[in-house]
């Protein structure tokens, strides 16, 4: 049974870091395509970022400000968010699938997702 599971997520003030855990279970997920989305409340759900053969591509409102990397060893993709705005706020997943995409029909797998919230 795959699995993905995140953890890290928390209550932070603006300004502040956080970084995001998925560890990946049922399968080996290295040569697959791990992004993270958010969804905010009353929002659609939004594409963050996504790493796939050593190349990672970002949403513009976090370019700069988070990094996204793996441990294909570990089966893990994190997600380092810095200089955390009250706009970041969402609930965070983590998602695989074949190819690297900005759409969320391109993934297979999602997890449960973890709760970021960023007070003024």
């Known amino acids: 049974q795959v699995r993905l599971v995140e953890s890290g997520g928390g209550l932070v003030q603006a300004g502040d870091s956080l970084r995001l855990s998925c560890v990946a279970s049922?399968?080996?997920?290295?040569?697959?395509?791990m992004a993270w989305f958010r969804q905010a409340p009353g929002k659609e759900r939004e594409f963050v970022a996504v790493?796939?053969?050593?190349?990672?591509y970002y949403a513009d409102s976090v370019q700069g400000r988070f990094t996204i990397s793996r441990d294909i060893a570990k089966n893990t993709v994190y997600l380092q968010m810095n200089s955390l705005k009250p706009e970041d706020t969402a609930v965070y997943y983590c998602?695989?699938?074949?190819?690297?995409?900005?759409?969320?029909?391109?993934?297979?797998?999602w997890g449960q997702g973890t709760q970021v919230t960023v007070s003024s």
């Open positions: 790493i796939m053969s050593g190349h990672q």
């Open positions: 049922g399968r080996p997920f290295g040569a697959s395509a």
């Open positions: 998602a695989a699938g074949p190819l690297g995409s900005s759409l969320n029909d391109r993934y297979q797998y």
